[in-house]
């Protein structure tokens, strides 16, 4: 498989999983807002609601968490099976571009729940800031920022600063410059980008909440299978 169309195949899976959240995230801060003016409230008891979510305890992040996955269900027919694959499949698509230029590559990928409340907490921070945008129904507004945030933030578990640092001794800086490994997806490859990746094994754990004991491992393979179940 090239590089081109890995980097189509991860657009694909990645706006699904971008779509699906930021439909949930939107209707999430909506049903908040709703109620504040339901209740007679300011735009400032707006923001001191969007507020409480970065400091969400436990029980509340998986109550959440759990309304997320309920709605899901019910839009998507989708479990929470569904999302583990998804986001597993975005990770590994990421790295297979990005094996193309640093071989084997070894990330911790977040628990669907952890990722699902990173993304809530970047975006809250973006409502804060800019609650008018709910106010006067600037969805489209509101998507484009939320798709970038949550681009963002699966970047946040690609560390690429460091892995361009134990790897700088093997890498091609003239190929790293034409791969465009990123996350702006609707640029095209040119021909001299359509490279060949090394396959890529995995191996989860997942004994634990915790973001370091959901990890997946990355070497060279010949027996991954990227095919829908």
Same mark, same amino acid.
């Given at each position: ?102 071989? +084997? &590559?070894? @990330? #911790?990928?977040?628990?669907? !729940? =952890? ?5 809530? $907490?970047? %975006? ?14 600037? +969805? &489209?507004? @509101? #998507?484009?920022?939320?798709? !970038? =945030? ?5 970047? $946040?578990? %690609? ?18 410059? #034409? ?33 370091? #004991? ?16």
């Amino acid at each position: 498989m090239n590089t081109y169309s890995l980097r189509d195949k991860k657009f694909e899976y990645q706006k699904r999983l971008n779509d699906i959240l930021k439909k949930y995230y939107l209707q999430f801060f909506k049903k908040i807002y709703d109620n504040n003016i339901a209740e007679k409230k300011s735009i400032k008891d707006f923001q001191k609601k969007i507020l409480k979510v970065k400091t969400w305890e436990d029980d509340k992040i998986n109550s959440q968490y759990k309304k997320f996955l309920k709605f899901i269900n019910k839009k998507y027919n989708l479990s929470e099976e569904d999302v583990y694959r998804m986001l597993d499949v975005v990770f590994i698509l990421n790295l297979k571009i990005m094996a193309t230029l640093f071989g +084997d &590559i070894e @990330i #911790n990928v977040p628990q669907p !729940e =952890i990722f699902w409340y990173a993304c809530l $907490k970047s %975006i809250s921070k973006y409502i804060y800031e800019n609650p008018k945008k709910i106010k006067h129904n600037l +969805d &489209i507004d @509101i #998507n484009d920022e939320m798709h !970038e =945030i949550i681009n963002n933030v699966i970047q $946040k578990y %690609i560390p690429l600063k460091d892995i361009i640092e134990s790897k700088k001794e093997t890498i091609n800086f003239h190929d790293f410059n #034409n791969c465009n490994v990123n996350y702006d997806d609707d640029k095209n490859d040119d021909d001299d980008n359509k490279k060949e990746v090394s396959k890529l094994q995995i191996f989860k754990s997942k004994e634990s909440n915790s973001d370091s #004991n959901y990890s997946v491992a990355y070497i060279s393979s010949d027996e991954i299978d990227l095919k829908e179940k």
